[in-house]
C-alpha cells in the first residue's frame, strides 16, 4: 500500500523553501533553460522558481512558459462548461458555499431538469461538460451520478450535443469509479484543496476530512480504469509555494508509480460564497502571484493540460491564456439549475459573467483558437497513449486540425456575425499552420462537409 511519504513529505517541501531563498539570478536562469527542454524540473528547481522575486526574472519565466506551452498545445484553448448536479452534502468545509451547515435549501437536479440545462448549455455551443456534486451519499448516490451520465449523453438540442462528460465528484470507492468508468467518463477530477495536513484537518469536517481518503482517490480511480485524472489546490487556503511543490511531487508520484501523469491541473482561487465567513482566504494569493503560478506549473509538467475558471477576471484569464493554460470554462453557474435562470445557493462566486461568444470574441482578438474537441477521449487517446504523444509535444499535430472542425461547427451553428467574421480569418491561418499536407487537404475537404451540415468529423 502507498504511503502519504510517496507522494508528499512536508519536511522535504519546507527543507526546499527554506534552501532556495534568495536565489541568484545566474541559477534562475539556469532553470529557465533546463525548461525550455520540456523535460520537466525537480522539486529544488521549483523552489527557486518559487523564491524568486526579481519581476525581470518573473518576465522570463513568463516568456519561457508561454514558449513550452506553443511548443507542445500551439495556440489553441479548449472550452467546457461545470454542470452542477446537487448541492446536497455532508461535509462542513470551512471555505465552500455548499458547507453542512449552510441553512438555504439544497437543489437536486431531476433527469428531466438535467435535460433542460444540458440543452441550455447545448445551445451555448458546449460539446464538453465537467459534471459536479456535493457529497451525501443518501441524496448524490453513484447510481444517480450514473444516471445523470448517460442522460447527459443522450441530450439534444438542434445539432448540439455532449461528447464528453468530465467528473468532479467526491473521493469514492474503486468499485464506484467502475460504475463511472462504465458510464463513459473522461477525466475525473479531484483537488486535495491543501496538501498541508494539519490545514486540511481543521478546515475540514464529515467524511471529506479523511486527508489520506482524498490523497489516494486518484489511485483508486486508476485502479478502476480512469486512466485520465486531475490535480488541483484551492488556492489561499495556506502558503502557496508549498501548495505548488506538493502538487508538483503529486503529478511525479503519479507518473512514477502508474507510468501516467495527471491529465490536468487546476489553479483556483477561493472566492467568497454565501455564508461562508471568510472576508479573505487565510493566505491571500494575488493575481500576480496566480500568473507566476501558472507559469511555474507550465514548467515544471509541461505535459500536463492546465485549467482555469471564471472564478477570475476576463484580463487575468486573457494573460493565463498566453503564459500555460490550455482548457477554460466560460459563461459558468455554480449552482445546481443555475443555468437560464437566477442562480440559488452557490458554491463559490464568479468574476467572468460573460457569455460564450464574448469570450470566444476575446480569445479570437489575442489570436487564438478555440477548440471544443473530445476526440482523444473517442480515440482512445487517453492515459499512457495520450502522455505518449503529449510529453514530445506531438499532440497538437492532432489537436489544431480537430480544434478546427469543431470551431467551424461553432461558427456554423452559434457565432454572431463579428465572431464569424473574426473566427474564419483564425480557422484560416491555422489551416496553414498544418505542416503535414495530406491531413491539411483532409481537414479541408471535412470543413467542406461541416459546411454543408455534416457534424462530428474528427481525426
Request: glycine share 8%; aromatic share 8%; proline share 4%.
Amino acid at each position: 500500500m502507498p504511503k502519504v511519504e510517496d507522494i508528499i513529505s512536508e519536511d522535504r517541501i519546507n527543507g526546499i523553501l527554506e534552501e532556495t531563498k534568495n536565489p541568484s539570478q545566474a541559477r534562475v536562469s539556469e532553470i529557465l533553460r533546463k525548461a525550455s527542454e520540456k523535460r520537466g524540473l525537480d522539486l529544488e528547481d521549483v523552489g527557486y522558481l518559487l523564491n524568486t522575486k526579481d519581476p525581470g526574472l518573473t518576465r522570463k519565466m513568463f516568456d519561457t512558459a508561454s514558449r513550452i506551452k506553443k511548443e507542445i498545445y500551439g495556440e489553441r484553448l479548449v472550452f467546457f462548461a461545470p454542470l452542477y448536479i446537487s448541492s446536497y452534502c455532508i461535509n462542513d468545509c470551512v471555505y465552500c458555499g455548499f458547507h453542512r451547515g449552510n441553512t438555504k435549501p439544497r437543489k437536486r437536479l431531476t433527469l428531466e431538469e438535467i435535460r433542460g440545462q444540458v440543452k441550455i448549455l447545448e445551445d451555448m455551443g458546449h460539446k464538453r461538460l465537467l459534471v459536479e456534486s456535493g457529497e451525501d451519499p443518501d441524496e448524490n448516490t453513484i447510481y444517480y451520478g450514473a444516471e445523470a451520465i448517460k442522460t447527459i449523453y443522450s441530450t439534444r438540442s438542434g445539432t448540439g450535443e455532449i461528447r464528453r462528460v468530465n467528473v468532479n465528484v467526491a473521493a469514492t470507492t474503486v468499485e464506484n469509479y467502475k460504475k463511472l468508468k462504465a458510464v463513459g467518463i473522461g477525466t475525473y477530477q479531484l483537488f486535495q484543496e491543501t496538501y498541508h495536513r494539519e490545514t486540511y484537518e481543521m478546515l475540514h469536517d464529515g467524511p471529506k476530512a479523511d486527508y489520506e481518503r482524498q490523497l489516494f482517490a486518484h489511485d483508486r480511480a486508476f485502479e478502476a480504469g480512469i486512466d485520465d485524472v486531475g490535480l488541483g489546490v484551492l488556492f489561499g487556503l495556506y502558503d502557496h509555494r508549498f501548495e505548488v511543490l506538493a502538487l508538483v511531487s503529486h503529478a511525479r508520484y503519479l507518473d512514477r508509480k502508474l507510468g501516467v501523469g495527471p491529465h490536468t491541473f487546476s489553479v483556483p482561487r477561493w472566492q467568497p460564497a454565501d455564508t461562508v465567513e471568510w472576508e479573505k482566504a487565510p493566505y491571500p494569493v494575488s493575481e500576480d502571484e496566480l500568473l507566476k503560478i501558472i507559469a511555474i506549473l507550465r514548467m515544471a509538467v509541461p505535459y500536463t493540460g492546465m485549467i482555469i475558471s471564471t472564478r477570475e477576471r476576463p484580463e487575468i484569464r486573457a494573460r493565463a491564456f498566453e503564459i500555460g493554460i490550455s482548457q477554460t470554462s466560460a459563461a459558468s453557474r455554480a449552482s445546481p439549475a443555475g443555468y437560464g435562470k437566477a442562480e440559488e445557493l452557490s458554491q463559490f462566486s464568479l468574476s467572468d459573467h460573460r457569455s460564450v461568444d464574448d469570450v470566444l470574441k476575446g480569445i479570437l482578438e489575442q489570436g487564438l483558437l478555440p477548440s471544443f474537441c473530445t476526440a482523444c477521449y473517442r480515440k482512445g487517446r487517453t492515459g499512457a497513449a495520450f502522455m505518449d504523444l503529449a510529453k514530445p509535444g506531438d499532440i497538437q499535430e492532432l489537436c489544431r486540425p480537430n480544434a478546427i472542425l469543431t470551431f467551424k461547427e461553432y461558427l456554423e451553428d452559434y457565432a454572431s456575425p463579428e465572431v464569424r467574421e473574426l473566427g474564419q480569418k483564425i480557422l484560416d491561418k491555422c489551416l496553414n499552420q498544418i505542416t503535414d499536407g495530406n491531413v491539411r487537404k483532409e481537414a479541408e475537404a471535412r470543413l467542406e462537409r461541416i459546411k454543408k451540415g455534416e457534424r462530428d468529423l474528427f481525426f
